[in-house]
C-alpha cells in the first residue's frame, strides 16, 4: 500500500507539532484551576507524540498502533474539554 510509506513522514510531522504545542499554549484564565492548566500545557504534544508513535508502530505492530491511536484520541478529548471550559 502507499499510504503505508508515507507514515514515517506523518509520524516526523506530529513530532514537529508535539514540539511546538510544548511552548505554545493557550493563555490560562483568571479562575483556571492547576489540573486545568496542567491539561491544556501538556495533553496537547501528548496526544501529537503518541499520533507520531502510532504512525511509526503501524508497519511492525498494528494492534499497538491501533491503541496508541486510540489513547491519543483520548487524551485529545481531554484537551478540547479543558480548552472549552478554561473560561467558565
Known amino acids: 500500500m502507499p499510504f503505508l510509506s508515507l507514515l514515517p513522514i506523518f509520524g516526523f ?5 508535539a514540539a511546538v ?10 479562575e483556571m ?10 495533553f496537547h504534544p501528548l496526544a501529537w507524540a ?5 504512525a ?5 505492530s498494528s494492534l499497538l ?5 486510540g489513547f491519543g484520541v483520548i ?6 474539554k479543558a480548552f472549552l471550559t478554561r473560561t467558565k
Do not use: E
Request: aromatic share 26%.
Open 50 to 54: 503518541l499520533f507520531g508513535i502510532a
Open 33 to 42: 484551576g492547576f489540573l486545568n492548566g496542567y491539561i491544556l500545557h501538556w
Open 75 to 80: 487524551v485529545y478529548a481531554f484537551f478540547i
Open 65 to 69: 498502533a491501533l491503541a496508541l491511536l
Open 13 to 17: 510531522v506530529c513530532f514537529i507539532i
Open 21 to 30: 504545542f510544548i511552548f505554545v499554549r493557550p493563555t490560562p484564565g483568571p
Open 56 to 60: 511509526f508502530y503501524q508497519k511492525s
